[in-house]
């Protein structure tokens, strides 16, 4: 079965600065990789995904995300981060049957001026 | 464009009622699955349904049930509800051959 592990709960970044949040993954084949965002009281949107192909794939708000195979890692960076950014961020995992979607823990970034 | 749409967006209950949440997909997706989501908690897989028939199922309690109809669209039912069956439920669709999952908004059920 596919797991989600997010290794930071908490992370506190300022206005400008650059962002990477961690997330690594267990699965057998090949996965199929998600990041999703969550504001307060809000549904889950789409960041972007990862299936096969170019391992740095681009998403929306200007994230990306790197897929490194020998590591387990599917980390979201930013170059430049928002005020706006500050949500809950769900890396996620599907299995290649499309049955389910299993989310990691989550990681709640703060953004201070 | 359309997205998936969940019914009723809020619902208080007391406890031992029983709850309906709807949920209506992307028009053409054939996949629907429902999550719980609890306070400061990561969305948990209930279960999903592929043409009408369940998919997966995860960590659904034996006092929910669920099913899709021939639309696509899906109902989740919650019976004898407790205090901790207070939460956020997504539902959210995918379409035939394709890849991405989208979600609603969730409904907002508070057991009281």
């Known amino acids: 079965a596919q797991s989600v592990t997010q290794p930071d709960i908490h992370i506190t970044v300022s206005e400008g600065a650059s962002l990477e949040l961690r997330c690594n993954y267990s699965?057998?084949?090949?996965?199929?990789l998600f990041w999703y965002v969550q504001s307060p009281g809000q549904g889950l949107q789409l960041l972007l995904k990862?299936?096969?192909?170019?391992?740095l794939v681009q998403g929306i708000k200007g994230f990306e995300a790197e897929f490194k195979r020998s590591q387990s890692s599917f980390n979201l960076r930013k170059p430049s981060v928002h005020w706006s950014d500050a949500a809950e961020y769900f890396c996620a995992v599907m299995n290649t049957g499309f049955q389910k979607l299993v989310f990691g823990t989550g990681t709640r970034l703060l953004v201070s001026p | 464009a359309a997205g998936v749409i969940q019914s009723p967006r809020h619902l208080i209950k007391e406890k031992r009622e029983t709850a309906t949440l709807k949920c209506y997909p992307i028009?053409?997706?054939?996949?629907v699955y429902w999550y719980q989501q609890g306070p400061g908690q990561d969305p948990q897989f209930l279960i999903s349904f592929y043409e009408k028939m369940q998919s997966d199922k995860g960590s659904i309690p034996d006092r929910f049930s669920a099913q899709q109809f021939s639309d696509y669209h899906s109902e989740l039912n919650m019976s004898s509800l407790e205090l901790g069956d207070s939460a956020l439920y997504f539902c959210?669709?995918?379409?035939?051959?394709?890849?991405?999952?989208?979600f609603g908004e969730g409904s907002w059920l508070t057991v009281v």
């Open positions: 028009p053409r997706h054939d996949t």
């Open positions: 990862y299936f096969s192909g170019d391992t």
């Open positions: 699965y057998g084949a090949t996965p199929y």
């Open positions: 959210a669709s995918r379409g035939v051959s394709g890849n991405t999952i989208y």
